[in-house]
């Protein structure tokens, strides 16, 4: 079950637009992770400077996907981003265990945004294939998701590298995406 049939799934009315921000700190796999979305090579990957956007086209369905450089000195435009977002998609580097508070700090800092108010978030635990990656339960108790109550929210473990796990992220966007809009 490749894209499409997600985009098939979340389709609903025709010509909807979905636009989805992901976002996350730098090196975290955002790029490798919309890459694999696409069904694109990632092989050669660089650090984002600026964003990626890839829009996916369906019998009228269209989903956009807002890549925005992880840098420290580019998040501070992410709220550029924030107007008319359907649903967040925030990546963790699983492995890098030494940013764990930054990354949880960046990710509170988006939830109190106002922009962003109700706003579904998908967070992707990446990098799982790695060996000193922590657990999605670890980082969600580590980043007190269970506290969220004002947005629908998950927690995915997955590997932007393999492609595991980000199958079960995106069937959750979609559920989230139409109920949402119900």
């Given at each position: 079950?490749?894209?499409l049939?997600i ?15 992901l976002l ?5 796999g955002?790029?490798t992770?919309?890459?694999q979305?696409a069904?694109?090579?990632?092989s050669?990957?660089t650090?984002?400077q600026g ?13 956009n ?10 998040r501070?435009y ?23 508070e930054?990354?949880g700090q ?7 945004e106002?922009k962003?108010?109700g ?11 790695l060996?000193?990656?922590?657990p999605?339960s ?30 079960e992220?995106?069937?959750?966007v ?7 809009k119900?």
């Amino acid at each position: 079950m490749g894209l499409l049939s997600i985009l098939r799934k979340l389709k609903s009315t025709p010509d909807q637009e979905v636009r989805i921000l992901l976002l996350g700190l730098d090196n975290g796999g955002k790029t490798t992770l919309l890459k694999q979305l696409a069904s694109e090579d990632i092989s050669h990957i660089t650090p984002t400077q600026g964003f990626n956007i890839k829009s996916v086209q369906s019998q009228g369905f269209k989903l956009n996907v807002w890549d925005i450089g992880g840098q420290r000195k580019i998040r501070p435009y992410w709220r550029n981003y924030f107007e008319n977002t359907d649903v967040l998609i925030y990546v963790i580097d699983s492995a890098d265990r030494k940013r764990f508070e930054e990354t949880g700090q960046e990710l509170a800092e988006l939830l109190d945004e106002e922009k962003l108010s109700g706003v579904p978030v998908l967070i992707f635990a990446n990098k799982q294939d790695l060996l000193t990656a922590a657990p999605a339960s670890e980082i969600a108790e580590g980043l007190n998701l269970h506290t969220i109550r004002d947005r629908m929210w998950q927690i995915q473990s997955c590997s932007a590298l393999t492609g595991e796990g980000i199958q079960e992220g995106m069937n959750w966007v979609c559920k989230s995406v139409n109920s949402k809009k119900k």
